[in-house]
């Protein structure tokens, strides 16, 4: 995603989740745009090509953000690291 914290290989995936609301705000516009440019344009023929790999993108969103939502009442946020102007020691 977009955020140096989520661009840090040293973090886990795990430890990523719930955390980051720049991410979260990018799978919900995701959500918001992919699922009715499914319904709309593409669930009269849902066995074409096109029409599954927009369900496929559309439902990975949809689960990868309902993960950070179930996840993310347990997490303290991370610190951003573009605020607190540290870098990582590489």
């Known amino acids: 995603m977009s955020c140096r914290t ?3 290989p040293a973090i886990s995936l795990s430890a990523k989740l719930g955390r980051c609301k720049r991410c979260m705000l990018q799978l919900a516009v995701m959500n918001v745009v992919l699922w009715p440019i499914w319904f709309v344009g ?5 066995k074409s090509v096109e029409s599954i790999s927009i369900l496929f993108a559309a439902g990975a969103s949809a689960g990868l953000l ?7 009442p347990f997490r303290k946020p991370l610190p951003d690291k573009e ?8």
């Open 42 to 46: 593409f669930s009269d023929t849902p």
């Open 66 to 72: 309902a993960l950070h939502l179930i996840v993310m």
């Open 83 to 90: 605020k607190t102007g540290t870098r990582p020691v590489q």
């Open 6 to 8: 989520c661009k840090d």
